[in-house]
């Protein structure tokens, strides 16, 4: 072998080991694992999922959702989009399914439990969907991939259960990118007092006392490398507050 090749082999072996570190925690690399799919007749997701999304938790990405069990990752994991595709070459297709992750659970060593539809949608055709259907429990690869809502701002939803002006909750959801919200901070604009919120369960942040006035709601990201970004919505909650209601933050992040 010529001593230049067997350089450049030498090399290219270095660099495989050198990547191997990074090759645990890649977070293109599919990982193998099983899914399963709602049993109940909720052919899209569930309005009662943990994440707390209410009603949203069955139409947010058209129905494609799922219930995760460690991915959950005590709610930090609600809003994640995955890529899941089973891996029986005879139903299934190369993409798969891109899901988000509105609920917790597990069935059977399962690391999803896909909505009826999402589950469908790993098939090649409607035949091989009914076949799936059919197995209940399939083997699958999956790995995390950048959500994305076209048209879509961050939104902001005050939950049912906010008690204006005493208790305020709220669900943040329609977060592009691969991005984990890890605080979130609520500052009144007038005078600037912030404090920093619990994450009560699920996607849903609380806090009793709710300073008064216009409210930011400021959001840290986080990527799987630690690093942290805060992003401050352009428009304010405001004043008037209602449980329910829906505010567009009028921001949107990528990546
Ligand atoms: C998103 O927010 C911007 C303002 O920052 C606004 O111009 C735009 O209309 C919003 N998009 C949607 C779909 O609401």
């Not at 925690?25 to 193998?32: A, H, K, L, V």
């Not at 005590?74 to 989009?81: F, K, L, V």
């Not at 992003?231 to 992040?253: H, R």
Request: hydrophobic residues 35%; aromatic residues 10%; glycine residues 8%.
């Amino acid at each position: 072998m010529a001593p230049l090749l067997c350089l450049l082999i030498l090399s290219a072996a270095f660099l495989s080991v050198a990547n191997t570190g990074k090759a645990a925690t890649c977070s293109d690399c599919f990982i193998q694992s099983r899914a399963a799919y709602y049993p109940n007749s909720d052919v899209q997701g569930t309005a009662t999922g943990r994440c707390g999304y209410g009603t949203f938790g069955a139409t947010i990405n058209g129905g494609d959702v799922t219930a995760a069990s460690d991915l959950y990752r005590d709610g930090i994991g609600c809003g994640a989009c995955y890529q899941v595709r089973c891996t029986n070459s005879k139903y299934c297709s190369d993409k798969g399914v891109t899901v988000v992750i509105t609920d917790h659970g597990s069935s059977a060593n399962t690391d999803f439990i896909l909505s009826r539809r999402a589950f469908a949608r790993m098939a090649q055709t409607t035949d091989a969907a009914a076949s799936l259907i059919a197995l209940g429990i399939v083997d699958i690869e999956y790995r995390r991939v950048s959500c994305s809502y076209l048209y879509k701002n961050i939104t902001i939803k005050i939950d049912e259960n906010s008690n204006y002006p005493h208790y305020l909750a709220f669900v943040i959801f329609y977060q592009q990118g691969k991005r984990d919200i890890t605080a979130v901070q609520l500052c009144e604009t007038k005078n600037l007092v912030c404090k920093l919120l619990d994450r009560s369960y699920g996607a849903i942040w609380t806090t009793t006392s709710p300073p008064s006035g216009p409210l930011s709601i400021g959001m840290l990201f986080s990527d799987d490398d630690g690093e942290e970004k805060w992003v401050v919505p352009v428009n304010n909650i405001p004043e008037s507050w209602k449980a329910g209601d829906t505010y567009d933050s009028g921001v949107q992040v990528n990546a």
